[in-house]
């Protein structure tokens, strides 16, 4: 079950990275909204991935079910860190259009 909750995750994080793409290239939101709005959906995703890990860990293992914490956490994280990714991305573009502007 933990495979079908990270292919759900990766199924997320690669349509919320082409949506912010998608709607950047039709001028609707900025990527660096984009980035921010991904930023604030990582502890959701965590939290959410980390209680969906727990509720089916294996408890006749004998095991606390620390992994599954530790799991939703580095999902949490990599979520964040592409929000960051994105941000940035808009920034850099951002930053190119201005120069570009102030040059002519």
């Given at each position: 079950?933990?495979?079908?909750?990270l292919?759900?995750?990766i199924?997320?994080?690669?349509?919320l990275t082409?949506i912010?793409?998608?709607?950047?290239k039709?001028?609707?939101?900025?990527?660096?909204v984009?980035?921010i709005?991904?930023m604030?959906?990582?502890p959701?995703?965590?939290?959410?991935?980390g209680?969906?890990?727990?509720?089916?860990?294996?408890?006749?293992?004998?095991?606390?079910?620390?992994?599954?914490?530790?799991?939703g956490?580095?999902?949490?994280l990599?979520?964040?860190a592409?929000?960051?990714l994105?941000?940035?991305i808009?920034?850099?573009?951002w930053?190119i259009?201005?120069?570009?502007?102030?040059?002519?």
């Open positions: 079950m933990d495979y079908l909750i292919a759900l995750f199924l997320i994080l690669v349509s082409i912010s793409f998608v709607l950047f039709k001028k609707k939101v900025n990527l660096m984009s980035g709005m991904i604030l959906l990582g959701v995703i965590g939290f959410s991935s209680a969906l890990f727990l509720h089916f860990y294996d408890w006749s293992s004998g095991g606390t079910g620390e992994g599954a914490g530790f799991g956490a580095i999902l949490g990599v979520t964040i592409n929000g960051i994105i941000f940035l808009g920034m850099i573009g930053m259009t201005l120069f570009r502007k102030i040059t002519n």
